[in-house]
């Protein structure tokens, strides 16, 4: 019954209906924009050989430039001939059709979807009915792994889950992802999906992290007033960086990407070389030894969110766990320059024939008989 109550609780609305509210939001275009394009912009191997998608092209302006005027923004572009010089050519004029049609199909994942409509109306899935934190007494830890709980596709808080986080603490959260996140901005790799080290990264993973587990809605009242990123697609500028989905689209079009992967949503090994990371900064800041049980959701937790990104990805979250307890593996990876040779670029099918035989499968949440994460029932 009171396992109910909290997720009734969970689930109670409040509109927050006031106008002030709702303009503090600035809500995004990106959506109707990646909409709109997904259906009509060509990928860059459909334009072929086009003057649009030459590489020759791309390095030239598309009029002449009185000399002088190089450093001048276009009024239409928004663009200089000094941008081209910089990169090797202007800024990508517009996003891909696979980039576009990937953020609108995250736009329909479970849980991004109640992540969307918790900053749209204010709240995250409402505050729970029992403000105080749960007394051990009353609800003691399970002595067992606590499954997974997932339902209809979407992560679920729970009075177990709230606990858990609660016994870890935030201080503790920050420490993990401050570390997790000074390991990404030294990484080759992961480093040039971040365009700007300076916003608070680790604070709100931390928030994000407390809000998901059930202890509050930290994270959605930090989006309410986080100050606003724009990012220029083409001629439109729009708000990104104010939930997952467009914090991911941005990182996508980073600029500091190689021009040929600009656009390119996140493949395995991207998500590989993030979870090795993410798991070494756990491991490093005492979260696996002093904090065994939340882990062991945490790795579960993990392996369901990063499935949107490639159906192939949770398959490799116990690899990525298990990395950093050799510091051979480690050591290996800070002698490459902080490059992990094994994992980038190599073909997934490759890769997945190296993992022990019963990680290969990932079946999602929905299958009859699922899979890891979603494996473990409560007896």
């Known amino acids: 019954e009171t396992q109910r109550r909290y997720l009734q609780g969970r689930k109670a609305r409040n509109l927050h209906s006031h106008v002030g509210d709702m303009e503090r939001l600035h809500l995004p275009s990106l959506t ?24 020759r092209a791309r390095g030239m302006a598309p009029h002449p430039i009185r000399k002088g005027n190089s450093d001048l923004v276009c009024p239409i572009t928004g663009f200089s001939a000094g941008d081209a010089e910089a990169t090797g050519g202007p800024p990508q004029e517009s996003i891909s059709a696979t980039a576009a049609e990937m953020y609108v199909a995250m736009q ?19 505050k729970p009915e029992v ?89 959605t009242e930090e989006r309410r007033t986080r100050p606003r990123r724009q990012m220029r697609i083409g001629r439109e500028v729009v708000d990104v960086a104010f939930d997952r ?22 493949k395995v090994d991207d998500a590989r070389v993030w979870m090795r990371l993410h798991f070494w900064a756990a491991r490093e800041t005492g979260m696996f030894n002093q904090h065994p049980q939340f882990m062991a959701y945490y790795m ?21 766990a298990r990395w950093s307890a050799s510091p051979k593996n480690v050591n290996l990876y800070l002698a490459a320059g902080n490059s992990m040779r094994d994992v980038i670029e190599k073909p997934v099918d490759k890769a ?15 299958h009859s008989n699922p899979a890891w994460p979603y494996d473990l029932r409560l007896l």
């Not at 329909?108 to 409402?126: C, F, K, Q, S, W």
């Not at 579960?300 to 990525?320: C, D, L, M, N, Q």
């Open 352 to 366: 997945l024939s190296e993992l022990p035989v019963e990680e290969r499968l990932y079946t999602g949440s929905r």
């Open 108 to 126: 329909g994942d479970p849980d991004i979807t109640e992540e969307r409509l918790a900053l749209e109306v204010g709240l995250a899935g409402g």
């Open 131 to 219: 403000e105080e934190p749960v007394a051990q007494a009353a609800l003691p830890l399970l002595k067992v792994e606590l499954p997974l709980n997932v339902i209809n596709g979407k992560h679920c808080a729970s009075l177990q889950t709230r606990q858990l986080v609660q016994s870890v603490g935030l201080e503790a959260l920050r420490a993990f992802t401050s570390r997790f996140y000074q390991r990404c901005f030294a990484d080759g790799h992961v480093d040039k999906f971040i365009a700007h080290h300076e916003d608070p990264h680790s604070e709100r993973f931390a928030l994000w992290i407390l809000e998901k587990f059930g202890d509050d809605i930290p994270w």
């Open 32 to 55: 109707s924009l990646c909409k709109g394009m997904a259906g009509h912009i060509q990928s860059p191997a459909k334009r072929g050989s086009s003057t649009l998608g030459s590489s």
């Open 245 to 266: 989905s467009s914090a991911h689209f941005a990182a996508w079009h980073s600029p500091k990407r190689e021009p040929q992967k600009w656009g390119e949503h996140f």
């Open 300 to 320: 579960r937790f993990v392996g369901h969110f990063i499935g949107i990104y490639s159906s192939k990805a949770p398959s490799f979250t116990r690899e990525s």
